[in-house]
T-cell receptor, first 113, second 112 residues
Framework: GAGVSQTPSNKVTEKGKYVELRCDPISGHTALYWYRQSLGQGPEFLIYFQGTGAADDSGLPNDRFFAVRPEGSVSTLKIQRTERGDSAVYLC???????????FGPGTRLLVL | TQLLEQSPQFLSIQEGENLTVYCNSSSVFSSLQWYRQEPGEGPVLLVTVVTGGEVKKLKRLTFQFGDARKDSSLHITAAQPGDTGLYLCAGDGGGSNYKLTFGKGTLLTVNP
């Protein structure tokens, strides 16, 4: 079956612009996670959804970052007023339940100029 | 804040050599996972260890979880160029959301 997909695979934007990153989880997976991986670092947790609700958003760095999952499937990570420091790979993972194996997508590489 | 430290950060070896990478923390984890990540891809789970002292083998890879569940090691026997990649350890601190705390990774290069 299809794995986790993320679009776009690459995104180049200018400082101050707004961007949306999309994640399509594995069908039927109720849990969805967003992580951010900066160059030379491991992924860092941003937010966790169980169904439609954000159960834990403690990893979001500030209020410029927001994520939604309105129908409990696809999720969108939204970044307002992008800054150069937001440049990173944004990874999405989904799992069948909150304690099950997380399957990662290929990531979206965001570059803020 | 739970932190995982991996060592070495970089490792370049010849095909056929053995190697060990380490993942250490001052915190106790409910479980610890090892992932491999290739360029342009997301991390792929290799193994999950749960019990202190547990040893798991996956072909030429041997994973060990420390008795106190604070550290882990990955040993590769007779490394091959296909083993090249970024090896990440990640800990689950327990609780209700299973969010993972990752180390910075060990970038392994196996030269033919």
């Amino acid at each position: 079956g299809a794995g986790v997909s993320q679009t776009p695979s690459n995104k180049v934007t200018e400082k101050g612009k707004y961007v949306e990153l999309r994640c399509d989880p594995i069908s039927g997976h109720t849990a969805l996670y967003w992580y951010r991986q900066s160059l030379g670092q491991g992924p860092e947790f941003l937010i966790y959804f169980q169904g439609t609700g954000a159960a834990d958003d403690s990893g979001l760095p500030n209020d410029r970052f927001f994520a939604v999952r309105p129908e409990g499937s696809v999720s969108t990570l939204k970044i307002q007023r992008t800054e150069r420091g937001d440049s990173a790979v944004y990874l999405c993972a989904s799992s069948a339940g909150h304690s099950e194996t997380q399957y990662f997508g290929p990531g979206t590489r965001l570059l803020v100029l | 804040t739970q932190l995982l430290e991996q060592s070495p950060q970089f490792l370049s070896i010849q095909e056929g050599e053995n190697l060990t990478v380490y993942c250490n923390s001052s915190s106790v984890f409910s479980s610890l996972q090892w992932y491999r990540q290739e360029p342009g891809e997301g991390p792929v789970l290799l193994v999950t260890v749960v019990t202190g002292g547990e040893v798991k083998k996956l072909k030429r890879l041997t994973f060990q979880f420390g008795d106190a569940r604070k550290d882990s090691s990955l040993h590769i026997t007779a490394a091959q160029p296909g083993d090249t990649g970024l090896y990440l350890c990640a800990g689950d601190g327990g609780g209700s959301n299973y969010k993972l705390t990752f180390g910075k990774g060990t970038l392994l290069t196996v030269n033919p």
